[in-house]
């Protein structure tokens, strides 16, 4: 069974950097969709950002207006995502979630409902 640790979670200033990792176990992240989610207090979990198994399909919420940025190495089994020019709205826990799809290893979903297998989350928060 696939397991998915995330981490780099930390405390940052408004416009600075992160990058978060997702470390996978158990499996080959070739054959799964990962998507990266937050949720804030109070707030319904929302993706941001997923890669296919195989890399060829991306998608990004528009709510990151580009400032986030997926990057998926199946030879190390990793998936990170780099947060730039963070606002405090960018604030939460950060999630990574796996899907392995039957029949194709070229599709990703930022639907949350689409995946199955969940990390604990690493947390994000921007302040001053």
């Known amino acids: 069974q696939l397991q998915l640790v995330e981490s780099g979670g930390d405390l940052v200033q408004p416009g600075g950097s992160l990058r978060l990792s997702c470390a996978a176990s158990?499996?080959?992240?070739?054959?799964?969709?990962i998507g990266w989610f937050r949720q804030a207090p109070g707030k319904e979990r929302e993706g941001v950002a997923c890669?296919?198994?195989?890399?060829?399909?991306?998608h990004h919420a528009e709510s990151i207006s580009g400032r986030f940025d997926l990057f998926k190495d199946n030879q190390k089994n990793t998936v990170d995502l780099e947060l730039r020019d963070l606002k405090p709205d960018d604030a939460g826990v950060y999630f990574c979630?796996?899907?392995?799809?039957?029949?194709?290893?070229?599709?990703?979903?930022?639907?949350?409902?689409?995946?199955?297998?969940w990390g604990q989350g690493t947390q994000v928060t921007v302040s001053s």
């Open positions: 890669s296919s198994g195989d890399g060829d399909e991306t």
């Open positions: 158990g499996g080959s992240l070739f054959n799964y969709a």
């Open positions: 979630a796996a899907k392995r799809y039957r029949s194709t290893t070229s599709y990703c979903s930022t639907r949350a409902s689409q995946y199955d297998i």
